[in-house]
């Protein structure tokens, strides 16, 4: 068993001035000593975030910031069987009027195809993804 890590809770730490050491040791309290990664959709996320930065030194901190952490997570890929999983819970979801958000279906769905949870502190969005478990931070 392992962790997805919402881009919300990098986010969060990052924000806060945390250390990508104290971001893990804030997910281990949380959610005890499992693997924690990211997936490649959230990378994408947080990348976003440091280009969308409004001065170079916000940048350099998001940067450096998501480098560290890569060196110390593995980052699962989206995969074809992902995108399957993925496609299956957003039709069958969309027949029952529920619209998730594209990155937080896809994300979610890399924690299902792997059999992990996803940390976030968005639960709302991820608690429409059905199978999933979900921990808040």
């Given at each position: 068993m392992g962790l997805i890590l919402d881009s919300s809770v990098v986010i969060a730490a990052e924000r806060r001035g945390d250390t990508p050491e104290q971001l893990v040791q804030q997910v281990i309290s949380v959610a005890g000593n499992q693997e924690a990664a990211l997936s490649s959709v959230g990378l994408t996320e947080l990348v976003h975030g440091i280009y969308?930065?409004?001065s170079a030194q916000v940048q350099a901190r998001r940067r450096s910031f998501?480098?560290?952490?890569?060196?110390?997570l593995t980052v699962y890929p989206?995969?074809?069987?992902?995108?399957?999983?993925?496609?299956?819970?957003?039709?069958?979801?969309?027949?029952?009027?529920v619209v998730?958000?594209?990155?937080?279906?896809?994300?979610?769905a890399t924690a299902l195809s792997l059999a992990f949870s996803?940390?976030?502190?968005?639960m709302r969005h991820f608690a429409l993804i059905p199978?999933?478990?979900?921990?808040?931070l």
């Open positions: 969308r930065a409004n998501v480098d560290e952490l890569r060196i110390g989206y995969t074809a069987e992902t995108a399957m999983l993925a496609g299956r819970i957003d039709g069958e979801q969309t027949l029952k009027g998730i958000p594209y990155a937080d279906l896809l994300i979610g996803v940390l976030t502190s968005n199978g999933l478990h979900v921990i808040s």
